[in-house]
Nanobody, 120 residues
Framework: QVQLVESGGGLVQAGDSLRLSCAAS????????MGWFRQAPGKEREFVAA?????????QYSDSVKGRFAISRDNFKNMLYLQMNSLKPEDTAVYYC????????????WGRGTQVTVSS
């Protein structure tokens, strides 16, 4: 079992930056990728970014964050990060960290989320 705990959320103004962190513990041996998702009030959870864990290489960004957000990891500390720049009010959401154990698997382990609120 893997436990994921997000941190770093908060209230910021439009144009500000924020860095989210996700601490992973437990069985990290089988980890294909990790990612960030978000859910705004009244909306479905949506994909934000994903990273290939072994290589530390970003796999994909959603169009809405491409060029503004950057996903990275520290595999020695089992930490996943999301650097968010040029934040917009529409980025307001609860941000979740998730883990995918294999290429063909779904994201099966999830954290509880951290709230990001961007005021205009």
């Amino acid at each position: 079992q893997v436990q994921l705990v997000e941190s770093g959320g908060g209230l910021v103004q439009a144009g500000d930056s924020l860095r989210l962190s996700c601490a992973a513990s437990g069985r990290m041996v089988s980890t294909y990728a990790m990612g960030w998702f978000r859910q705004a009030p009244g909306k479905e959870r949506e994909f934000v970014a994903a990273l290939l864990w072994s290589a530390g290489r970003p796999l994909q960004y959603s169009d809405s964050v491409k060029g503004r957000f950057a996903i990275s990891r520290d595999n020695f500390k089992n930490m996943l990060y999301l650097q968010m720049n040029s934040l917009k009010p529409e980025d307001t959401a609860v941000y979740y960290c998730a883990l995918k154990a294999a290429k063909i698997a779904d994201f099966g382990s999830w954290g509880r989320g951290t709230q990001v609120t961007v005021s205009s």
